[in-house]
């Protein structure tokens, strides 16, 4: 009975063990970071490529990882969980490519001049059904002309798809900042696209 009550072998594979576990034994056994890595590479690559395209993703993806790797001692779980965390150096590291990210929402401006009905790939987690090119492209020029920090808190939302807690951790700002961040965005980017909730589709109200 007392050896069913044992804590379980953190030398087995990682199925079973939390995220904040593996990070702890990797202090100690820094191999078993390549577990973390398994369970996030395709999400954060994934993420990056919405924000900066397949090429830079390639390139950014692995430094995201990097930069977690070093900093690993100075993770607190009390503070949060090992996804948002990751997040958090993923858009540190975007912050760096502002000027990919312009290109990109600058081009995404102009292809709706030129839509044939094919998805376009960058930010469509946001433009999802919204279906006119007109649409698309005044969405595209108001995400150009949001501040940082903003954009970062709706792309994290909208893309990352994080809760309110998660976008507060990876960014590390209050929570009641992602709120009063995204009712701002929202109430902006439904005015330029005419009621349109960019979030939803449809409507607003």
Do not use: C
């Not at 398994?38 to 397949?54: C, M, Q, T």
């Not at 430094?63 to 977690?68: D, I, K």
């Amino acid at each position: 009975m007392t050896a069913n009550m044992t804590a379980p072998d953190l030398t087995d594979p990682a199925e079973g063990i939390s995220d904040a576990a593996l990070l702890e034994l990797s202090r100690r056994r820094p191999e078993r970071f390549g577990d973390i890595y398994d369970r996030y590479v395709s999400e954060i690559h994934a993420y990056l490529g919405r924000r900066l395209g397949r090429e830079a993703a390639d390139d950014l993806t692995a430094e995201v990882f990097l930069a977690a790797f070093r900093k690993r001692e100075t993770f607190d779980p009390e503070r949060g969980e090992v996804r948002p965390w990751l997040y958090g150096f993923a858009t540190n590291l975007i912050s760096l490519y502002r000027r990919t990210e312009t290109r990109r929402l600058a081009a995404l401006r102009r292809s709706a001049t030129t839509h044939d009905g094919a998805e376009h790939g960058h930010e469509e987690g946001v433009v999802t059904r919204i279906d006119a090119a007109s649409a698309q492209g005044r969405l595209a020029a108001e995400l150009h002309a949001l501040p940082d920090g903003d954009r970062d808190v709706l792309m994290l939302s909208a893309l990352g798809e994080l809760s309110h807690a998660e976008v507060a951790k990876a960014l590390d700002i209050p929570y009641g900042t992602v709120g009063s961040r995204l009712s701002r965005v929202r109430k902006k980017l439904r005015a330029a696209l005419g009621g349109v909730n960019p979030l939803l589709g449809g409507s607003d109200g």
